[in-house]
């Protein structure tokens, strides 16, 4: 017997579904980190460091949602998940399971990250500048 899922998030069985990160959920995620600096901040700073990791200019006013990453995940799974089509039937019954699937989402998308920059390091760190690649003077001519 094949059980379908509905749209509204719920299956047959009553289970929660398993979030899967689509384009569209995987864009949200990283347009919000870009419009909530602070927030990108709090989630990427490197306590050995002391540094963030190409955090964008923070906005005016732009406070984080909370001191800690879990709260943000938190704040970032709301914006989310409340109004999903497939996951907002379920969010406000389970909202400790979507922080961490937001959490694991970033971490992969961050060891993604990592994986392509190392491999194209590895191809001669970029394009070599050719006199003909340039449009005018280059300065050290």
């Avoid at 989630?43 to 990791?53: A, M, P």
């Avoid at 392509?116 to 500048?129: D, E, F, I, M, S």
Wanted: charged share 15%.
């Amino acid at each position: 017997m094949c059980l379908t899922i509905p749209v509204t998030g719920k299956n047959l069985l009553g289970r929660v579904l398993p979030v899967q990160w689509d384009t569209t959920c995987t864009d949200q995620l990283i347009t919000w980190l870009l419009t909530h600096s602070a927030n990108h901040h709090i989630l990427f700073h490197d306590k050995n460091t002391g540094e963030s990791s190409h955090t964008p200019p923070a906005a005016p006013g732009d406070k984080p949602s909370s001191c800690n990453k879990k709260e943000v995940h938190l704040a970032i799974a709301s914006h989310i998940f409340t109004n999903d089509p497939v996951y907002g039937g379920q969010w406000a019954a389970n909202l400790e399971r979507y922080p961490v699937s937001v959490m694991n989402h970033l971490v992969s998308l961050k060891d993604k990250y990592h994986e392509h920059a190392k491999r194209l390091n590895q191809t001669g760190a970029g394009v070599a500048p050719r006199m003909d690649n340039l449009c005018g003077k280059p300065s050290w001519v």
